[in-house]
């Protein structure tokens, strides 16, 4: 195995001692600019790195920023929203010469956890947090730490929505800790509209003719399930339709489960006309439930995926869904938070508006229904 080079080997190939070295490397006087500049080069040419773990004990920057995954496993391979999320937080960081430090977890208690280590190891000088909830200790126990943080799909600039209900209803703005809805946790973050997105959904359906709709919903906790359907009943009731009319169903993201789902809500007594699914997965395995039951898509029942993807482009009918440049949230997530580490104030920043790409899974019901 090669052998890193060394301060001494750069001290060597330069002729200098140690301590200039080590004065060059950290911008201290003590040494000419022509020395400098000879012991930079030589430590180029070498392909000489600075020792983060070294860095860190001395109370310098690690190079690095986290982020914790606390999914259940089996959603997060089949779901394209959260590879093309790292990939636009991974062009960001890889050009600032930031790693990436990526940990799989199966709870928020862990997660908490693995922040709690990261600090007390200096690992990272700052973390990304997805999926914020209902009533979520994390603001909280990073803002004990100290350790910076950007939260990915905070509620931004949209206003408290109620708290969460038993049913997972109705959630505030990332708040700390108490899940009251109050207002805004102590980190900056990045949002989008999920309110004027669910808008799009509905006057398309409702637009077709569409009166009984049901959201496959993902998991109840989360703020953004909650928020997707307050604003799904908000709409609903603008429009005249009640509960009865228009509801949400909650699962875990899984195909399984959307599929599950897809099934109960379709051999109910007086099933939906249209269904929205809130990932691609789920909105694919709801047709392939309609095929094997000889449900008609979208002859008798229509279909809208909340996340565009490949699968939605490729699948037969191809998927109505809402489109969204999902890489540019994680460069602008990735953006803020190295901005953060720099100084900036706090502060919430609306990442592009998703629009509905009408397809053919979506189309007026039939007249019996």
Not at 158 to 164: F, S, V, Y
Not at 212 to 235: K, N, V, Y
Not at 280 to 308: F, K, T, Y
């Amino acid at each position: 195995m090669a052998r890193r080079p060394t301060i001494k080997d750069i001290a060597r190939r330069a002729g200098v001692s140690e301590s200039a070295v080590s004065f060059a490397l950290n911008d201290r006087p003590g040494v000419s600019q022509d020395t400098r500049a000879r012991i930079r080069r030589v430590a180029e040419e070498i392909g000489w790195q600075p020792n983060s773990a070294a860095r860190a004990l001395s109370g310098e920057r690690s190079g690095a920023v986290g982020l914790v995954l606390a999914r259940p496993a089996q959603t997060l391979g089949v779901e394209s929203f959260f590879l093309q999320l790292v990939s636009g937080i991974q062009e960001v960081l890889s050009a600032g010469r930031v790693a990436l430090l990526f940990q799989v977890v199966d709870g928020i208690d862990a997660e908490c956890a693995v922040y709690r280590r990261w600090w007390a190891e200096r690992r990272v000088d700052g973390v990304l947090v997805v999926d914020p909830r209902t009533d979520d200790p994390r603001p909280e126990l990073l803002a004990q730490l100290g350790l910076p943080a950007v939260v990915i799909g905070g509620t931004g600039g949209t206003g408290p929505l109620p708290p969460a209900g038993p049913d997972g209803s109705g959630a505030g703005p990332l708040s700390r800790g108490r899940g009251d809805g109050s207002g805004p946790g102590p980190l900056s973050c990045v949002w989008a509209d999920d309110a004027r997105a669910m808008a799009q959904v509905l006057d398309h359906l409702y637009g077709l003719g569409h009166r009984r709709i049901t959201h496959i919903a993902g998991l109840p906790g989360l703020a953004h399930t909650a928020r997707r359907m307050a604003s799904l009943r908000a709409e609903a009731g603008a429009r005249g339709l009640g509960p009865e009319h228009v509801r949400s169903v909650v699962t875990d993201y899984s195909d399984a489960e959307g599929a599950a789902a897809t099934r109960r809500v379709l051999a109910e007594p007086e099933p939906p006309t249209a269904l929205v699914y809130d990932n691609d997965v789920m909105a694919v395995a709801g047709i392939a439930v309609a095929a094997e039951l000889g449900i008609a898509v979208p002859g008798r029942i229509s279909m809208v995926a909340w996340d565009d993807s490949a699968l939605c482009r490729v699948t037969h009918p191809r998927l109505t869904a809402l489109v969204r440049d999902t890489a540019g949230f994680g460069r602008l997530a990735a953006q803020e938070l190295l901005a953060v580490l720099a100084g900036s104030p706090l502060r919430a920043r609306e990442s592009e508006q998703p629009r509905l790409e009408p397809r053919e899974s979506t189309a007026p019901p039939p007249p019996a229904y």
